[in-house]
Structure formats: structure tokens, C-alpha cells
């Protein structure tokens, strides 16, 4: 019974959201947001099977949901006690491992709806890739981009949180609400997600070419980056123990050591404390590839990997270089943002499972870019 009002609920929201993205935006697509919502389920039921014959967090968090017995606002912290504190209370109404894990799915697909709006309102030119792919439809339905955000977990919800800031910053001032809605949920399940994010917007802010975004809301939106820093560098710090530092810097290099010491122990772990930076970028960005796929996951990701292998390559010329100097506000905010992300990540990640998994959250940032940079490069000839 409780499968049949969570899929009901589901595909209200479907309904009311579409509606009113179609009469806010002439381009919305719902034929293909409903494929895309097929799709999803897909890889929802995949994720599913997967998790109920191998280990999977979603295990964790709906029984720890279920077995909580203490004040619920004890939850209410950012990290792993969050996802147990946004279940709790539908766990504790009866609702099944299989309710939760769909209605967490629909989360991750709320975040290619706004993945969807977010490129086709910046970028209204159809570019083909591989001889005839439509670009934007290939970005939707990356295998991998789906499995990790169809579940109980935080994949699903930071992606939501994220592409609904990457819809909103377009228009911040008339889009606060899921502006703000979108910064509290990647605050709430990677804090410093959100720091990069706000660095990246204000880098867009103050570099950008773009005359369109008025002073009210460049305010707005430093206003807001200096309040979180204000009053959120100090939940940053604490996802590295680094609160009480007093040399912040040496300090993470000593944790992301250790972290990745202890990822790289696992059976799809690799060392990659002595990479050089660029090998630690190709690494989080396009492994695993086909000679070091882990499993027949791994092998399935590597196809994927190839994809933005190629898509990447695109990019690495002189014209994208002079294009990005002179890119709009959007561009330079997706640019950096992605950018600071897979650095960070680069340092504590050392194992191929993981990061498949973080990867899929802040690819899009960087799809946005080549995007863009193809679709200037089409109107150009």
C-alpha cells in the first residue's frame, strides 16, 4: 500500500512541476523529461537489484531510519545523519526499503529536470556530437549519471540540491526559493560542495562577460557567498577535523594522505598519493577505463568514461582557452565550480567505486562548459 501512495505522490509532483515549467519556459520538453523519468526508473529497479545481492548504504540509512529511537533533531547534521533524518519521518509512517529507495530516486530525477532547463535556457542551439547525437539528449541519459542519484543515499539528493542552484543562479532574484532550497540540501550532505559552488559563482560574478545579471542580484549572490562563509567555514573544516587548526593547509594535506591511504586498501583501491595533479584529474574524471575496470560495474562505467573522454577532447585546443576568457557569467561559474570540485575530490579519493559514484554529482558543471563552447562554435561557422 505504501508503494502505491509514494508512486501516486511521485507522479503528482511529475505533473504540477511540468506544468509549471512549460508555462514559465517555451523550450520545456515534457515528452522527453517523461522518457527521461522512464529511464531513471530503469536504473532505479537496477539499483535496486544490485543493492539487494551486494553491500549498499541505502541498507544503512533506511534501518538506521527504522531502529532510531532519540530526539529526531539529534539527526538534523550535516552528512550521513541527514539522510537518515529526511527518511525517519516516512519510515516511521511504514514506509517500505522499496518506498524509500524510489521516492529517493524521484529526487535524482528532479535534479536532471533542472539539469534539463539549466542547459537548454543558457545554451538555445542544438549541437550533434559522434556524427549525429543530439548533445543534451546524450547528457540525459548517461548510464552512469543515473545509477548513482536512483536510491537511498546522497548521491540523489546533492544532485537535486546542485542542478537546482545551477537553475537557479540564472536568475537569483527571482528564483530564491529554489536557490535557497537547493544550497541547503548540498549544505546539509557536503557542506564544502556548497563552498565550491559559492566560489564559483562569485568568480562568474565578477569575470564574467555577461551584462544581463543586474546589480541587485550580483549583490545577492555575494551577500549570500559571505554569510555561508561567515557562518558555514567552520562545518566545512569539521568534514576534515580541522576546526581547532592552526595551519589549515598542512593540516588537510595530512588528512587527505590518510583518507586516501584507507580508500586505497579496498579491492578497487589504487595509490594515488605520488600522481601528479593532471594524472589525478584524468584519473577522477575518466577512470576506470577498459584495462582497469573493477568488476562488471567498472566495465559498464568504462564505456561511459570513454564518452567524456572524447567529449573533453573537444575542448582541449587553443579556441576554447580564448573562448573561456571572454565566456558569460554562466560558463565561468560551471568552469570553476567544476574545476575546484575534482581537485578536492582528487586528493581523498582513491578508490575506483567512489569515484564513480562522486564524480556523477558535479560532471554536469563541466558538460555545461563544452556545451556552451560547441554551441559558440557552430553559430561562429
Known amino acids: ?26 523550450f520545456y520538453n515534457k515528452r522527453l523529461l517523461n522518457k527521461v523519468f522512464l529511464y531513471h526508473l530503469l536504473f532505479f529497479g ?24 532519540g530526539d529526531i533533531s539529534e539527526l538534523f547534521k550535516s552528512g550521513t545523519n541527514f539522510i537518515i533524518y529526511l527518511a525517519y519521518p516516512f519510515v516511521q509512517l511504514g514506509c517500505s526499503y522499496f518506498s524509500m529507495m524510489l521516492l529517493f530516486s524521484w529526487m535524482g530525477y528532479l535534479g536532471f529536470l533542472y539539469a534539463y532547463v539549466f542547459f537548454r535556457e543558457n ?10 547525437y543530439d548533445l543534451l539528449t546524450l547528457l540525459l ?39 535557497l532550497v537547493g544550497a541547503f540540501f548540498v549544505y546539509m550532505v557536503r557542506s564544502h560542495m556548497l563552498l565550491f559552488v559559492i566560489v564559483g559563482v562569485i568568480f562568474g560574478v565578477f569575470f564574467g562577460k555577461d551584462q544581463k545579471l543586474g546589480k541587485g542580484a550580483k549583490v545577492l549572490l555575494i551577500l549570500a557567498g ?19 587548526s592552526e595551519n589549515v593547509v598542512e593540516d588537510f594535506q595530512q588528512f587527505s594522505n590518510t583518507r586516501a591511504l584507507e580508500l586505497s586498501k579496498s579491492g578497487s583501491g589504487l595509490d594515488m598519493s605520488s600522481y ?24 559498464f562505467s568504462s564505456f561511459e568514461n570513454l ?14 582557452w580564448r573562448f573561456f576568457k571572454k565566456a558569460p557569467y554562466m560558463v565561468k561559474m560551471g568552469g570553476l565550480t ?26 554536469y558543471f563541466g558538460f555545461f562548459v563544452i556545451y556552451y563552447f560547441l554551441a559558440i562554435s557552430k553559430n561562429k561557422k
Open 338 to 363: 567544476f574545476l575546484l570540485t575534482s581537485v578536492a575530490m582528487t586528493f581523498v579519493m582513491s578508490n575506483l567505486g567512489i569515484i564513480m559514484r562522486q564524480k556523477a554529482q558535479v560532471m
Open 307 to 320: 564518452i567524456y573522454l572524447l567529449l573533453f577532447a573537444k575542448i582541449v585546443n587553443k579556441r576554447f
Open 141 to 179: 541519459f548517461l548510464p552512469n549519471m543515473h545509477f548513482w542519484s536512483a536510491s537511498l543515499g546522497k548521491g540523489s539528493v546533492i544532485f537535486m540540491g546542485l542542478m537546482m542552484m545551477a537553475y537557479a543562479v540564472k536568475s537569483p532574484t527571482k528564483r530564491v526559493l529554489p536557490l
Open 1 to 26: 500500500m505504501d508503494i502505491i501512495v509514494v508512486l501516486t505522490g511521485i507522479l503528482f509532483g511529475n505533473t504540477i512541476i511540468h506544468a509549471s515549467m512549460a508555462k514559465k519556459f517555451k
Open 226 to 244: 559571505i554569510a555561508f562563509l561567515s557562518f558555514g567555514l567552520k562545518t566545512v573544516l569539521g568534514v576534515a577535523q580541522l576546526e581547532g
Open 276 to 299: 601528479p595533479l593532471p594524472l589525478k584529474l584524468f584519473t577522477f574524471w575518466f577512470r576506470p577505463l577498459f584495462v582497469d575496470s573493477p568488476g562488471a560495474l567498472g566495465l
Open 123 to 132: 545554451i538555445g542551439v542544438s549541437v550533434k556530437v559522434f556524427g549525429k
Open 46 to 69: 537496477i539499483y535496486f537489484t544490485y543493492a539487494s545481492f551486494n553491500p549498499s548504504d541505502s541498507h544503512h540509512y533506511y534501518l538506521r531510519a527504522l531502529n532510531f529511537n
